[in-house]
């Protein structure tokens, strides 16, 4: 079982649909991050947590330290939103690192 | 203000050759990591530095890889005699010098390497 698990895999939205992608981990945590993997492969650091939740634009972030669960919804999605999604968790001992396989979004206009 | 720069961005090589790969951080950002993305397989961490220091090694592997981020340069990541296992995506990533797992990181555009 991979320490930090998200769903869906694959997930398709028509424009304007409000989305979820979900994460959970198994390990203790210092930080939670998301990332965004475009399709020409580069990423982007979208939110770092520790706690709470963030909002930037369209998006946000939330994280429930006592479930162990972490959420990105994006709001009006559009299809440049269209790219992976990745979960990374940096753990609280022996500073591990580990990622989530990612969510793959596509958005059809 | 630059982003993260990685260089090459392709690199061929043939098996048995050494791969280098450059990562040039934000600048004032003291912090790199490094990460590996195999075909159809998610990141995986691989290891985080300092200036002259390697903080944390656990995700690479034991023979062929070492780091180094000098006072002066880029960071480097080395693998000798490459195999085609080898070949994949590597992502470099900075940030501030402060908490380093705690701060957001930003990636560079990664280096495909294709082991022939």
């Known amino acids: 079982k991979n320490e930090v698990e998200q769903s869906p895999q694959n997930l398709t939205a028509q424009e304007g649909e409000f989305i979820t992608i979900n994460c959970s981990y198994s390990v203790g945590i210092s930080a939670l991050h998301w990332l965004q993997q475009h399709p020409g492969g580069g990423i982007v650091s979208l939110f770092m947590l520790s706690s709470g939740k963030k909002k930037h634009g369209r998006l946000i972030a939330t994280i429930n330290i006592q479930e162990k669960h972490s959420s990105l919804h994006i709001t009006a999605s559009h299809p440049r939103d269209s790219a992976v999604y990745i979960c990374?968790?940096?753990?609280?001992?022996?500073?591990?690192?580990?990622f989530g396989t990612g969510t793959s979004l596509t958005v059809i206009p | 203000n630059a982003g993260v720069m990685q260089n090459p961005r392709h690199l061929v090589r043939r098996r048995g050759q050494e791969a280098r790969l450059r990562c040039s951080p934000m600048k004032g950002h003291s912090h790199v990591y490094w990460y590996r993305q195999l075909p159809e397989e998610g990141l995986k961490f691989m290891v985080y530095?300092?200036?002259?220091?390697?903080?944390?090694e656990s995700g690479m592997p034991k023979e062929r890889f070492s780091a180094e981020f000098p006072k002066e340069g880029p960071s480097i990541l080395r693998i000798q005699q490459v195999v085609r296992g080898d070949s994949a995506a590597y992502f470099c990533?900075?940030?501030?010098?402060?908490?380093?797992?705690?701060?957001?990181?930003?990636f560079g555009p990664g280096t495909r390497l294709l082991v022939l």
């Open positions: 530095l300092q200036k002259e220091n390697i903080i944390d």
């Open positions: 990374a968790c940096w753990t609280n001992t022996g500073n591990q690192f580990y």
């Open positions: 990533a900075s940030s501030p010098p402060t908490s380093g797992y705690q701060e957001t990181q930003y």
